[in-house]
């Protein structure tokens, strides 16, 4: 898939490649469905079945979730530091903090000029 979708195909190519990776896919879970120790993998499977491959429609869009995993990493390690937020609001302000600082990072601005800016707008100290 790698491959393919390093080749830029058109969006009819996608769709075509999509429909072809899906029976694949398919053909696979009917091929073992016979494993009673495959039962579970296999529901998750074929509850996903017109989901797998979403990746294919949308050019850019990565087939994995590395970029989630990384985005959460920071987080993951703080939390685990600090032991746990203190309150529900904690927790949540924490969010969108953590949310704005990496859409800066993303963005290549500084997020604590830009937390001052949102901060100064909204406390009305400009």
Known sequence: MRDFLDRDPSIEERREKK??????????????????ELEKPLTYLKNGFGCWYTCMLYPGMEPTNNLGEQAMREHVIIRKIIGCFRSENGAENYQYIASLMATCRLQDKNGFVELEKILRQELCLS
Do not use: P, Q
Request: charged content about 45%.
């Open 19 to 36: 429909i072809v990776f899906e029976k694949e896919l398919e053909d696979v879970a009917v091929k073992y469905s016979d494993f009673k």
